[in-house]
């Protein structure tokens, strides 16, 4: 079973950066998709990047495309999101998700099989 495990995140002035983690210990990702969804408060979890199982293949929310970058590192069993020129509106919890299905840039948060614990990103004016 896969299990993720996140860090990262944190404060930072609008214009900044920060960079998240995704790490499974048990070393059985590498054949998952990952995805990451945002939360802010109020809000409906939202879909904001996903990197296919060899890396080859991003998506990106649009509103995020160009300031964020997923990548992973199977032999780390590691997937990061660098986040830079970050806006106030970033601001929410973020979590990385996994799945085997190759439609996984377009799935409802619920059909995504393993979830990491979430963590908080704010972005202050």
């Known amino acids: 079973q896969v299990q993720l495990q996140q860090s990262g995140g944190g404060l930072v002035q609008a214009g900044g950066s920060l960079k998240l983690s995704c790490a499974d210990p048990?070393?059985?990702?590498?054949?998952?998709?990952i995805v990451w969804f945002r939360e802010a408060l109020g809000k409906k979890r939202e879909f904001v990047a996903a990197?296919?199982?060899?890396?080859?293949?991003?998506y990106y929310k649009s509103s995020v495309e160009g300031r964020f970058t997923v990548s992973r590192d199977n032999a780390k069993s590691t997937v990061y999101l660098q986040m830079d020129m970050l806006k106030p509106e970033d601001t929410a919890v973020y979590y990385c998700?996994?799945?085997?299905?190759?439609?996984?840039?377009?799935?409802?948060?619920?059909?995504?099989?393993?979830w990491g614990q979430g963590t908080q990103v704010t972005v202050s004016s």
């Open positions: 990197v296919s199982w060899s890396g080859r293949n991003t």
């Open positions: 048990g070393r059985t990702f590498t054949k998952y998709h």
């Open positions: 998700a996994a799945t085997e299905s190759d439609y996984y840039y377009e799935l409802e948060a619920f059909e995504y099989d393993y």
